[in-house]
DNA sequence: ACCTGAACACCGTTCAAGT
DNA sequence: ACCTGAACACCGTTCAAGT
């Protein structure tokens, strides 16, 4: 038991994330809730409505509670948030067997990727500096697969943003899409209600790839654009290892 | 006057920005504020106090007007995100002459971090599919840019999306570190309060990489990350026109 | 220790005036 | 046409009970 140093405590909910809220064998009444049944809940009701339902009050009210009973497992509604977003995206898969360091860092990115469109609404969420145990995971799980690489640690650990950062970003592309389909903005239409001729003529390239369909992406085509730019980075990395 | 297709009309703020909305000679009082206005004082405050602090109110208050008024220029909250985006934003500088497609592309490519490092607050805006005209007139930059490089229509859209997105990502993890100079959350503490132990058993690789103090990333390293994945894509990009 | 109920400050949005 | 003032539903958070 070494002393604890000043500062802030660790929010309720990472707390219990981490195993560290042994609630077992504790006075009172026991515990109606869980924080793990809290994040499911949670998620069904993103994966319903979107991020933007998400609330405590929306939360608790389907799990038959009040509001402020949230509390009890929670400290804040940020507190929350990374509750959620780490029971979302879940624990990073096995590394393949016999692929080389590209192929797997290839796979993680993938794998990343289909977390995000099981749970559009993840793109919606707060990017943090990941410190809840499902993140750090899949993040030591790409560097693992980075290891046989050559590159240095400095190097891995670059490169491991670099990936993450580009699945994140073409997740919050796909979730665009996703809502053009529904709904919201679309394109032509946007253009028609600016002005076909004054959009031509401020942006005459985006208008002309516009008018060439390429901005219209079904599912296979945002596939090959995803394809497109992780060979683009895994080409470069493996230049530098010296591939 | 050509007939207008049914469908969502674009919203004030929006057609404002395109410069459609002329109000200049009509009927009734003249408007005490204008959008470029509104669009300074909130950038103002959340230059000030981050992107939390923006709300309707609190702008209305800087201007000295009722929160309400503002709906005279904006229809909702979410029209304000935008125009207070692009504006942020602003316009995209010249393209330098003599540069060859890379280096041109690499300048744009700083030049939008630069604008991130001066409005941190745009890393936690929500990213939206861009029909803002400062917003517009960046891709357009970017798409001429890489028009020497050889690559087609569909790849040149492509790298456009792989740059931009790579520059926001970066901008956002800047971010975070911006704010982590500042009170909240920090690596070593986090892990104390974990137990490092725990830590360690768990994610060995970044708990490593974390005592070695590579998580701990002064500017002068940010700026070394940045270039990182800019040469990594910049190559992949070049290998694949072919260069 | 858990959960409820009441209260607070704040948020975006609407509607009916006033000028 | 602009702006105000009152009202609404909703939000996160707190505090004092009850069990």
């Known amino acids: 038991m070494t002393e604890r140093s000043t500062g802030a405590p660790l929010p309720r909910g990472l707390r219990q994330a981490w195993g560290l809220d042994t609630t077992a064998g504790r006075p009172g009444p026991k515990a109606m809730l869980s924080l793990a049944g809290i994040a499911a809940s949670a998620i069904a009701l993103a994966d319903a409505e979107g991020a933007e339902a998400l609330s405590l009050g929306r939360i608790a009210e389907r799990l038959g509670v009040t509001t402020n009973a949230l509390y009890r497992y929670v400290d804040s509604r940020d507190d929350l948030d990374v509750i959620v977003h780490d029971h979302a995206l ?15 860092a290839a796979a993680w990115c993938r794998a990343l990727r289909d977390r995000y469109a099981r749970h ?31 590159l240095g ?20 592309a796909a979730r665009d ?7 919201t903005p679309d394109a032509g239409e946007v253009i ?6 004054l959009f031509a003529a401020r942006v005459p390239r ?11 992406t079904p599912h296979e085509v945002a596939e090959e654009d995803f394809e497109f730019g992780l060979d683009r ?8 290892a010296g591939g």
């Open 192 to 197: 028609e209600r600016i002005g076909p001729d």
């Open 90 to 104: 879940g624990a990073p898969p096995r590394i393949p067997d016999g692929a080389d360091w590209v192929e797997a």
């Open 153 to 172: 640690d400095r190097e891995r650990l670059q490169a491991a943003g670099l990936l993450d950062g580009y699945v994140r970003t073409r997740a919050g």
């Open 206 to 216: 985006v208008a002309s790839l516009i008018s060439a369909g390429l901005y219209r």
């Open 177 to 183: 899409l996703l809502r053009a389909d529904a709904g």
């Open 120 to 150: 559009p609404w993840l793109s919606d969420m707060r990017v943090r500096i990941p410190f809840a145990p499902h993140s750090l995971a899949w993040l030591e799980d790409l560097l693992e697969r980075l290891e046989g690489s050559g």
């Open 233 to 240: 980075i895994l080409s470069g990395l493996r230049r530098l």
